[in-house]
């Protein structure tokens, strides 16, 4: 009985994972041999090793080689399905999962190829893993071709986000590089997708500070925050955000691996916290950073030092801060708050009846 068991055990929300940064090496190596696409190595051990995060430039080598090994609709949804057991292994029922179309469309790749091939997946997993997958469709900071290229893959990315809601899709996204590309640039774009009903999870407050948050909460009406961790040097940024609650999807390997911060020792997640600030835990490139979102809630105990009640609260914040609709996300609330009391007893000797006062 510990509190690591029991984490492991609880159950989980993930809303902030790429699922291009979550392919197994394994699955790239078994793509790339089923499309004749060449990579940097032929096993699965040196694959596994040029895999994890070194710097950006390997960063952006490793994304453009799976985006070469990804061809047909099959390949997309042997990926998406491979997520979905991933997050059942973690005890995760429902993620919203982050999805460049860009980056598939200049490899040529259609919507029709990924759509068809995310859509299999997204059923499957609900029908024979009881997960539920949404995707958030993200625009993408800066394209190759400078501010032309971007502008023109961003709209794509609006369109087909606007065009697939039927089939998942939830929220606009923007990953990539901030420095250089504020959030302002793509505020009439976010305007366009939610007009049309999608939510905004912008990714900010990561390798830019507090102005990046606020330009995500001004210009792109967020509703959530990717990282938004650097919220931690504007106090009133931090305290606007609390009362607000946009919550901060945050995943402290990722920011560790990117040099964020130097150590989880330096990491602000427990000020966040007492801040007042809500927040949510997840893996971002699980498969790039050699982890698993277990592994970032057992974080929250170790080293964070939260207490049960707060760890409660942040998987909570999982679900209560989804893109679900109103009614569901209750449900599913209930269902986590009596699973958990449930665990509490098992994992921590804690009552049912002193754990649901
Ligand atoms: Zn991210």
């Not at 089923?34 to 390997?58: C, I, K, M, Y």
């Not at 997204?122 to 893993?129: D, G, M, S, T």
């Not at 130097?262 to 966040?272: E, G, M, Y």
Request: net charge negative; hydrophobic share 45%.
């Amino acid at each position: 009985m510990s509190l690591e068991s029991y984490v492991w055990a609880a159950p989980k929300a993930e809303l902030h994972l790429h699922l291009e940064g979550a392919i197994r090496p394994t699955t790239i190596l078994t793509l790339a041999r089923r499309n004749g696409v060449q990579l940097p190595s032929s096993t699965v051990e040196e694959l596994r090793d040029w895999f994890h995060f070194r710097d950006f430039a390997h960063f952006g080598e490793v994304y453009s080689a799976i985006s070469r090994c990804l061809r047909t609709a099959d390949d997309y949804e042997l990926i998406a399905f491979e997520l979905a057991e991933e997050l059942a292994r973690q005890n995760a029922r429902y993620a919203e999962v982050g999805f460049l179309p860009a980056f598939h469309a200049r490899m040529g790749v259609s919507e029709a190829t990924y759509l068809g091939g995310l859509s299999r997946a997204r059923e499957r997993a609900q029908r024979e893993l009881g997960v539920e997958m949404a995707w958030i469709f993200d625009l993408g900071r800066a394209w190759k071709g400078g501010e032309t290229e971007t502008r023109r893959w961003a709209t794509y990315a609006v369109d087909v986000a606007i065009d697939a809601r039927s089939e998942g899709v939830v929220a606009l996204g923007l990953g990539g590089s901030e420095v250089g590309h504020p959030p302002e640039q793509f505020g009439a774009l976010f305007d366009r997708g939610r007009a049309a009903g999608l939510h905004s999870a912008p990714h900010a407050g990561e390798l830019v500070g507090p102005a990046s948050i606020r330009g995500a909460l001004d210009a792109l009406g967020a509703e959530r925050i990717a990282h938004g961790v650097r919220a931690i040097e504007d106090h009133a940024l931090l305290a606007e955000l609390a009362a607000r609650q946009v919550a901060l999807d945050v995943c402290p390997t990722s920011n560790v691996c990117l040099g964020v911060y130097s150590s989880l020792a330096q990491h602000p997640l427990p000020r966040l916290h007492a801040a007042g600030a809500v927040l949510t835990i997840s893996t971002d490139d699980p498969a790039l950073f050699g982890t698993t979102l277990n592994g970032e809630v057992a974080l929250l105990a170790d080293p964070f030092a939260l207490g049960v009640g707060a760890i409660d609260d942040i998987l909570l914040n999982g679900v209560r801060h989804s893109f679900l609709p109103a009614r569901a996300k209750q449900r599913l609330e209930a269902t986590y708050r009596a699973e958990l009391d449930v665990l509490k007893a098992v994992h921590l000797g804690t009552r049912v009846e002193d754990s649901a006062s």
